[in-house]
């Protein structure tokens, strides 16, 4: 099936370790990104990438790093350095031409215990 | 500059009656329109977008969506809610020439039986 796929679903992180969210899309997009959501806050732009070995900060990078070493893959680690890190933290992809759709995947839970 | 506004955090209808959730945007130049649903604990799934061409788009599981330039809005609407219609909708605008959309807050139907 084609869509993106972002796991784990749920992830438990000790204070003072980083993590890695998987993002990985078969649909071709050139152009991904990382939000993250918290309650009545809507949606925070943390990442993009147009294009294979690019990418920019959001809105919210800081704590963050992502690679995009791979047209398909878009990882995002979140560092020790990202005071509240619990959320829900969304992967979407597009073609990357102004007004094409944005797709999301089904979110990944990072708890910090 | 673009913006979108949701100005309703929670819209409360009745089973069989029409919904309307609205949202306002402001951008600089055309905007591209869209709207997402989104299940608890679950990823953004997409609705319907304007581009450009008819002001009335219609999307998916029933629910339209109206384009007015001079108002500067786009309102979802639906002729007659389902109970699992319940959910968290956003709406996001995107400026032409832009990668990155802005999403609203988000606004929570919930449809009673």
């Known amino acids: 099936d084609g869509g993106i796929t972002q796991s784990p679903k749920y992830l438990f992180r000790k204070e003072g370790q980083n993590v890695t969210l998987s993002c990985e899309q078969n649909?071709?997009?050139?152009?991904m990104y990382w939000y993250r959501q918290d309650p009545g806050q809507g949606l925070r732009l943390i990442y993009y990438s147009q294009i294979v070995n690019d990418f920019q900060k959001g809105d919210i990078a800081e704590g963050y790093s992502v690679s995009r070493e791979k047209k398909e893959s878009f990882p995002l680690t979140v560092t020790s350095a990202q005071k509240n890190p619990t959320a829900f933290y969304l992967c979407?992809?597009?073609?990357?031409?102004?007004?094409?759709?944005?797709?999301f995947g089904e979110g990944s839970w990072l708890t910090v215990v | 500059a673009q913006s979108v506004a949701q100005p309703e955090d929670q819209v409360n209808v009745a089973e069989g009656n029409p919904l309307t959730v609205k949202c306002t945007y402001s951008?600089?130049?055309?905007?591209?329109l869209f709207w997402y649903v989104q299940y608890p604990n679950r990823g953004l799934q997409f609705l319907l977008k304007?581009?450009?061409?008819?002001?009335l788009v219609k999307g998916s599981y029933g629910f339209e969506a109206e384009f007015n330039k001079s108002q500067t809005s786009f309102h979802l609407k639906k002729p007659s809610a389902l109970v699992s219609d319940s959910a968290l909708y956003f709406c996001a605008v995107r400026d032409v020439g832009s990668y990155i959309p802005t999403f609203g807050r988000g606004t929570s139907l919930i449809v009673h039986p």
């Open positions: 979407a992809s597009s073609a990357g031409v102004s007004g094409n759709t944005i797709y």
């Open positions: 649909l071709n997009h050139d152009a």
């Open positions: 304007y581009i450009t061409g008819d002001n």
């Open positions: 951008v600089s130049g055309n905007p591209y």
